[in-house]
């Protein structure tokens, strides 16, 4: 028995009562017949266009037209015939409609475009767009449902214009389908070279894990790219930075101002920032650095002295020492203070006054021990460190000799100046892979 509230319409019947709807799809609407009250066609319909605002779901109009000349009406002004057709209704008014119109047109603005999934953490490909077109008292209402995204959709134009549009769609329906509901594209906004630009709110991105959205920055257009990283604030850009290749490194910075670079790169690992200032032009270095404060600015200038292929070359002054006196308590108060990355402490180091190592605790002995501990009697018997000048492939090999999840970089007075962290390693090794 159907449904009072919604009932699904037959594919060549039309929704005619309150409450029916018809479920379509944009690429089998598209060129279909658009005939008068009195059955004479006036042209075939040429988009579905939707005005970006709060009710972005709803279609605002569909245009038809012919021999140049397009027309707009609403939802409410058309019916759907038992003949597959769109039929004016008596108290429709259509209205000339311009192209360059601020709208965004379905198949113009979206079919074919490349959208963000952020669930699936990936860029996809936008094949068909589903539609439900309702009849309510008020009259005829159309709104977006979703996008497909897989091979359903494609298959679906593809066969249009061969096969019979029920044939289509029971082809269509064996296949798995791909889609993203409305709701998540967040295809909001037009801009005025006429491409759509994903508004994608910096909340979702930020929910994803910098490896994701650095994946997706590399699969998107140079364009769409840099729309998308304009979005991220200093913080989640910084750590998406230092995730994608160093190519693409260097263009997305090349594509800002060197105001927003040097914000993005006071959040960054020195060490990322300087690998990434090194590979650009001087002066556009140059510039970046003015613009950064001057702690960060002088701990950046300090690593751009050392050898990119060197320990100190790869290693970042972001750490957490304390003096070889302290106690648990205090290395533990040193860490909540610690401003970078918590997750990327695997250790902390001990240093007397003049700075020089003297010891080396792994995180997890030092959140077992007892707050009043001292830290000294914690530390490992035999750690490992490494001088600032030695080759990285050398370092690679330490890394993997011993294990290691972080190794402390000392100078010719063995004085703590730094960290290779295992991560930073991996990125040389896939690099040179």
């Known amino acids: 028995m159907q449904s009072n509230a919604v009932k699904e319409a037959k594919e060549h019947n039309g929704p005619k009562d309150p409450g029916e709807a018809l479920h379509v799809h944009l690429s089998l609407l598209m060129g279909t017949r658009v005939v008068d009250v009195a059955g004479h066609v006036v042209g075939r319909l040429r988009e579905i266009a939707v005005t970006p605002g709060s009710r972005v779901a709803q279609v605002s109009e569909l245009v038809w037209g012919r021999k140049g000349e397009l027309y707009a009406v609403a939802p409410a002004g058309l019916e759907y015939t038992p003949h597959g057709e769109l039929r004016l209704r008596d108290d429709a008014h259509p209205r000339p409609f311009d192209m360059a119109e601020p709208v965004l047109l379905l198949e113009r603005d979206l079919l074919d475009q490349q959208i963000i999934d952020v669930h699936g953490r990936k860029v996809v490909r936008v094949n068909d767009v589903s539609l439900l077109w309702q009849v309510r008292e008020a009259g005829s209402e159309m709104r977006v449902l979703e996008v497909e995204v897989g091979t359903r959709g494609a298959m679906r134009r593809l066969l249009k214009g061969i096969a019979s549009r029920r044939t289509v769609e029971r082809i269509a329906a064996q296949i798995p389908s791909n889609v993203i509901p409305w709701d998540f594209v967040d295809l909001i906004e037009v801009d005025p070279a006429r ?43 910084a750590e998406a930075l230092e995730e994608v290749e160093p190519k693409l490194q260097k263009q997305l910075v090349e594509s800002m101002d060197s105001e927003r670079a040097a914000d993005i790169m006071e959040e960054m690992d020195p060490g990322a920032a300087a690998d990434l200032l090194g590979e650009l032009r001087k002066e556009h270095s140059e510039a970046i650095l003015e613009e950064m404060e001057p702690e960060e600015q002088q701990e950046v200038r300090d690593l751009l002295e050392f050898s990119e292929h060197s320990a100190a070359g790869r290693m970042t002054t972001n750490y957490v020492a304390v003096p070889m006196d302290a106690s648990v308590a205090q290395a533990v108060e040193a860490l909540r203070n610690f401003d970078d990355d918590p997750e990327t402490v695997t250790e902390i180091y001990l240093v007397d006054e003049a700075g020089v190592l003297r010891g080396v605790v792994p995180l997890a002995r030092l959140l077992l021990a007892l707050p009043e501990s001292k830290v000294a009697v914690l530390s490992e018997s035999g750690f490992v460190s490494c001088p600032g000048d030695m080759h990285d492939k050398q370092l690679a090999e330490l890394f993997d000799r011993y294990n290691l999840y972080a190794l402390p970089i000392v100078d010719a007075e063995n004085k703590l100046v730094g960290v290779v962290n295992a991560d930073h390693v991996i990125a040389f090794m896939r690099q040179q892979s």
């Open 195 to 237: 491409r759509v630009r994903l508004k994608i709110s910096h909340e979702r991105l930020a929910q994803l894990h910098p490896s994701d959205i650095a994946d997706i920055l590399e699969d998107l257009a140079p364009v769409q790219r840099e729309a998308i990283f304009g979005l991220l604030d200093e913080e989640v850009a």
